[in-house]
């Protein structure tokens, strides 16, 4: 049940982008601003608890509504609620769209356009590193890709339509006190309340990437994606999500590099993000094919 509802919230997804803007949960943000509020105030393990709650108040009536529908008329009503709750948990935008977006700005030479789209997809500044638009966008999408598709996927198959909404709404909450920390004093700071639900994040986000990281090599370049690799373990981060990010990013660049060593350095703008969507989609079709693969093998035995 759950493969079916996933290839169907994948299929749908792509017609039905244009009328999901409300997947951007804008009507979450008051209460993410409270909840930076209510959790700065706190110190020690205090503030970790109350993120944890913030996190889990959005989540409770997706988890009961979903314990309540059942299997009744064939498993129908619980197919159709979670390929629901699949489609308003990817995102909060669709990645290929915001990729397409920043490619179709840069061939038109629309440097303004395309500042803006590199912006969005790095959320001020890829894997927590100083790099170069082309650089940064390039690692932003390999990071993206799990916080709106491999997390939401990687959850869903743990613990239902429950477990996709929970890892959306921890995402919602960092990226928003993350926005309005930058807006506040104008660079990302230590702030306390985004330190907590950043390592609440980070902790969901932990095994995912390091599934979507080795679906990245296997869709690239294996040998130099595992030297990166090697790499990330010996320079870990500070915070789980920085090390699941820097992952992500390494092993993505990694697995992509070689099929940029021919390419004009003119183009390499365009060759990069697009080189970098297709390993993205290559990866997403390694997780389709593998889960029915392991669901196959279980009704087998």
């Not at 789209?117 to 890829?126: F, G, I, P, Q, T």
């Not at 239902?160 to 909450?173: C, E, I, Y």
């Not at 990013?249 to 099929?259: E, I, M, Y």
Request: charged share 20%; with cysteine.
């Amino acid at each position: 049940m759950n493969l079916l509802a996933l290839l169907f919230a994948l299929l749908c997804e792509r017609g039905l982008t244009a009328v999901l803007k409300l997947r951007e949960a804008r009507w979450l943000d008051g209460y993410g601003d409270w909840t930076s509020r209510v959790v700065a105030r706190r110190s020690g393990v205090v503030r970790w608890v109350l993120a944890a709650i913030a996190i889990a108040v959005p989540v409770l009536p997706v988890a009961v509504a979903s314990r309540s529908i059942g299997s009744h008329l064939l498993g129908l009503p619980q197919l159709l609620f979670a390929v629901l709750v699949l489609l308003f948990s990817f995102g909060p935008r669709d990645l290929k769209d915001e990729v397409d977006d920043y490619v179709g700005a840069i061939e038109r030479g629309d440097l303004e356009a395309a500042a803006q789209r590199a912006k969005e997809l790095r959320e001020s500044n890829a894997a927590g590193r100083e790099l170069g638009v082309r650089d940064g966008v390039e690692e932003a999408i390999f990071v993206q890709a799990n916080n709106r598709i491999f997390g939401v996927i990687f959850w869903f198959l743990l613990l239902g339509a429950t477990g996709a909404w929970l890892f959306r709404v921890s995402d919602l909450l960092r990226r928003r006190a993350a926005f309005e920390a930058t807006r506040a004093k104008g660079a990302l700071p230590n702030d306390a309340s985004l330190r907590a639900l950043a390592d609440l994040h980070g902790v969901l986000a932990w095994a995912p990437a390091r599934l979507g990281a080795l679906s990245y090599a296997l869709a690239g370049s294996f040998e130099d994606a595992v030297g990166n690799w090697k790499v990330v373990v010996d320079g870990a981060g500070a915070s789980l999500l920085e090390r699941a990010e820097d992952l992500l990013a390494r092993v993505g660049r990694g697995s992509l590099q070689p099929s940029l060593a021919n390419v004009a350095p003119a183009d390499l703008d365009l060759a990069t993000a697009r080189g970098a969507w297709r390993i993205v989609l290559r990866a997403l079709w390694i997780w389709i094919v593998t889960i029915a693969v392991l669901v196959l093998a279980g009704r087998a035995a």
